[in-house]
């Protein structure tokens, strides 16, 4: 027990995203009388929140390098008009998606070279980029305000789920995939918590004692059973889940395993000393912008699929939603703090609020000043607790 | 007031969470006078301070008592009213700004609504007179020497009427001249009737001008020496707790082999200037041996070092560099990291260590590769290895997962040592390898630099601390203003390397 307080009072700036998390969810719950988290909303929430949380994983790199980007929410609309152009031209799905990908990236590059190639602050440089992209959306999209993508595939994307290769008639559940799906991973977490713990056990480093280890994993293995459940109880796990899943996947990984991740972070804690300890600020300076770039496509694909189309006004306000997203997950102006993960649930944070208002039906110009007050408070819970870390 | 004690600081403590940094302190200060507070780094001396100026304002027992009367600031702007003034280790001043601007901020003369400059800039020439430094009043601070921007805090702090000056590390940073006109200038105070508390590692200048000196040890006041009292002895046996024989340690079995590095008619040239900041530098370095580079800061010690290192963004380089006797060229620090070379920062917090990260992220990151499995960091390797560092170079500190932000200056310097040789280094390049730490971590450092050529390591010194190059170096180069004036290899001496620095 004093292990398990001693625990929580060291990670409290960890814990308090989930705890914010499971209080927002509590109180909508109750206030629109269990419709917030219907199997239903539940599952449109997580959908709504798949562009931006793509964004957020993004421009939290862009950020913790002490960077940032502004011109992320017009490229996700620009470069989601262009697939819908190549896509209305009829060529294959397969090849215009490695277009636009690579054309998002050296978008990226280039804002990028400005950055740290020609000094320009990444403030002008990506403001520029935001008023030239929504310029050529406008453009692209002039004809007829809007184009319509027809391609089953790739609206399948952002609407589609895994769908269910068999039936059970049991506890409500339609879509089985998603019950056998969550199983699994929760099988994988099992099986590599107990490894790690192996592994620092054979090198002798303390770990947590295996009373409270169990009851981690049986409380991680819980939440991940639940929404997995709730899932099943509607179509089940959407390709948007998958998409954002995976990305989120693959950038934890790079942040947390990998020397180009250290990289990063050691950049934007003190860029000299990273100099002197063989790192190119500039070359990280110039991955990062293009992994931005990138994912600013995947953004704009995530939706325009979901629209089955692109339209004028795709992109406004997204690179300020995702920005707000990683600051309410905890990553630092000052540079070299930041996790994607707590990006990506800070997303999900700010888009339940918005879910949550709507179905109360408060009015929104209040839903703006709501969430405006919350963004303030989650950077300021987030200061305190890293003070009093140290 | 009482025997003339203008401050006296009764049974002070303060914890902070962990660690009584001050455990009843009593000291007592008197008018006049220049007292110094020795210690090593992490002593409390700057605590102390800070708690006597208000920095601190809660959260310590105890009485600070000034002309008789109990003191509780609450922040800097009341004790300053009471005529104390601190000035920093690290300078206050706002580069971009003038001589005036700076010293009037925060505090700015005004007629009717507006700032009055011309009252502005005719106090500063005053203040400037005073403290002795002859230049513009708007000149702007960035273009100022480290020794007269220091001088322009302390017109700073005489802006007011000042009873006690207290100045924390005030030469640490400053070359032996500058350091000279400053101690000056604190005798001329004292004359004035200025109380000083001064902290300093340089024990010369505390034997030459203290009055009195209290020693600090792991936050209790150990003693306090005046007059005839006052030696170098004396108060490192304070400090440490034992008898330092000898600060240098002796070096057994030497054994110098050949010539790793070469550096022939090396010339730096800023790049659009086109001024010369290193003009035709040729020096070697030998297995097994310790080469001292003696001059004063802005001579061009450290561009020196950073065009062998490889990082010389701003500057054109000619001539050659040899490592075994064949030329290499580095695009980056990295090419020369590859090759064999560390360069350990003068810096540490500028451009060493990345604060805001623990000391085991930090000891791996010049060499992360070497813990790359399968594209992945083997964590568990890297604890090994910051804990082998840990343990072989004594850093204290609770955990390597502590931030070295939170460390003392000896325990930063030891992790910026334990980065570079992770990287096992052929070449390792000091630039000040001991400045700003206390006497026990700088013969560890000693010591460790004597073990490291043992194994066959070359080592390059730069320091601005002539008795340290003198006390480890095999052979010393001299350097001023860009130019090598000359090599020691016998009779180095104090008066040698002096003589060498001002030759035309």
């Given at each position: ?33 269990g ?84 000094h ?27 184009i ?115 990289h ?36 704009g ?80 819970f987030d ?8 | ?18 660690v ?16 110094f ?16 100026s ?17 003191q ?13 003034a601190?000035?920093?280790?690290e ?12 010293i ?119 003693c ?110 990295k ?23 623990d ?58 040592l ?87």
């Open positions: 027990m004093i292990e398990l307080k001693k625990l929580l009072k060291e990670n409290i700036r960890e814990y308090g995203m989930y705890i914010a998390l499971v209080a927002i969810f509590i109180f909508f719950t109750t206030t629109t009388n419709m917030f988290l219907s199997a239903r909303n539940f599952s449109n929430l997580l959908n709504q929140t798949g562009y931006i949380a793509v964004l957020s994983i993004g421009v939290t790199l862009v950020i913790i390098i002490r960077h940032i980007d502004l011109s992320i929410g017009y490229i996700a609309g620009f470069m989601g008009a262009v697939i819908a152009l190549l896509l209305a031209k009829g060529i294959s799905l397969f090849i215009a998606i490695p277009i636009v990908l690579v054309m998002g990236m050296i978008i990226g590059l280039f804002n990028g070279f400005l950055v740290a190639k020609l320009v602050p990444a403030f002008v440089a990506t403001l520029a980029g935001m008023l030239i992209f929504r310029g050529a959306l406008l453009l692209a999209t002039e004809k007829k305000g809007s319509i993508v027809k391609n089953r595939v790739f609206n399948a994307l952002g609407n589609d789920f895994i769908p269910s290769f068999f039936e059970v008639d049991a506890f409500g559940i339609k879509n089985t995939t998603a019950i056998i799906v969550g199983l699994v991973l929760i099988i994988i977490y099992i099986l590599s918590e107990i490894n790690t713990r192996k592994i620092k056990m054979n090198y002798k480093f303390e770990v947590i004692s295996s009373n409270l280890f169990i009851l981690k994993l049986f409380f991680t293995s819980s939440v991940m059973f639940y929404i997995a459940y709730k899932l099943s109880l509607y179509n089940g796990i959407s390709w948007t889940v998958v998409t954002v899943g995976i990305i989120t996947f693959i950038y934890h990984t790079i942040m947390m395993k990998t020397s180009l991740g250290r990063i972070y050691a950049v934007g804690g003190n860029p000299e000393a990273a100099r002197l300890s063989g790192i190119s600020v500039e070359k990280i300076t110039l991955i990062v912008f293009s992994s931005m770039g990138m994912l600013a496509v995947i953004s694909m995530l939706y325009t699929s979901r629209l089955q189309s692109a339209s004028t006004t795709a992109g406004a306000m997204f690179e300020l939603d995702a920005i707000a997203g990683a600051y309410v997950g905890g990553v630092s102006a000052s540079g070299g703090v930041g996790k994607v993960t707590n990006s990506v649930l800070g997303a999900i944070v700010m888009a339940a609020l918005t879910n949550g208002m709507n179905l109360m039906g408060v009015n929104i110009s209040y839903q703006y000043i709501i969430k405006g007050s919350i963004l303030v408070l989650a950077v300021i200061i305190q607790t890293r003070k009093n870390v140290k | 007031m009482k025997n003339n004690i203008i401050l006296e600081l009764v049974n002070v403590t303060k914890e902070f969470p962990g009584k940094a001050l455990d009843n302190v009593n000291i007592n200060i008197k008018k006049g006078e220049i007292h507070l020795c210690g090593e780094n992490g002593a409390g001396k700057s605590t102390l301070m800070k708690i006597v208000g920095v601190y304002s809660s959260g310590y027992s105890g009485n600070i008592i000034l002309k008789g009367e109990k509780n600031f609450k922040n800097i702007a009341e004790s300053k009213k009471k005529g104390i601190i000035i920093y280790q300078l206050a001043l706002v580069p971009e700004m003038s001589i005036y601007e700076n009037f901020l925060g505090a700015e003369r005004k007629k009717g609504m507006f700032v009055d400059f011309n009252e502005h800039i005719m106090e500063a020439e005053k203040l400037l007179k005073e403290v002795g430094l002859k230049v513009n009043v708007a000149e702007k601070v960035k273009n100022l020497g480290i020794g007269k921007q220091q001088l322009v805090e302390i017109a700073k702090a005489l802006r007011e009427k000042v009873d006690i000056l207290i100045l924390d590390e005030p030469t640490a940073a400053l070359n032996e001249d500058d350091s000279k006109n400053l101690l000056k200038l604190i005798e001329t105070l004292k004359n004035t009737g200025v109380t000083c508390i001064m902290i300093s590692h340089k024990l010369k200048e505390v034997t030459a001008i203290a009055d009195t000196v209290t020693v600090i040890r792991d936050g209790k006041n150990i306090t020496l005046t007059g005839d009292e006052i030696s170098e002895d004396e108060i490192i046996k304070n400090m440490v707790g034992r008898q330092i024989d000898n600060i240098y340690p002796a070096r057994e079995n030497k054994n110098i082999g050949e010539i790793s590095l070469e550096v022939e008619n090396l010339t730096a040239k800023e790049q659009g200037t086109n001024k010369e900041i290193l003009k035709e530098i040729s020096f070697n370095v030998k297995t097994g041996e310790i080469v001292g580079i003696s001059g004063l800061m802005g001579a061009g010690r450290t561009e020196l070092a950073l065009a062998i290192f490889g990082n010389t963004p701003k500057y054109k380089l000619s001539g050659k560099i040899k490592i075994d006797n064949k030329e290499v060229h580095f695009r980056n620090t090419d020369a990291i590859k090759k064999g070379i560390a360069y350990v920062t003068e810096d540490r917090k500028g451009n060493g260590l990345v604060l805001g990260q000391i085991k992220t930090n000891i791996t990151l010049a060499n992360l590769e070497d813990l790359v499995v399968n594209g992945k960091v083997d964590e568990n390797k890297e604890v090994e290895v910051a804990e082998y560092y840990r343990k072989s170079l004594t850093i204290k500190t609770g955990s390597i997962e502590q931030k070295t932000g939170s460390l003392s200056g000896g325990n930063q310097q030891k992790v910026s334990a980065k570079w040789l992770y990287t096992d280094p052929k070449i390792l390049i000091l630039d000040e390898p001991t400045r700003g730490i206390d006497v026990g971590a700088k013969f560890e450092i000693y010591s460790l630099m004597n073990e490291l050529v043992a194994k066959g390591m070359s080592i390059i010194m730069i320091s601005s601390e002539l008795l340290e190059v003198i006390g480890m170096s095999d052979r010393v180069y001299v350097i001023a203003e860009g130019e090598l004036k000359g090599e020691l290899t016998e009779d180095i001496t104090e008066e040698n390397i002096i003589s060498l620095s001002v030759k035309e």
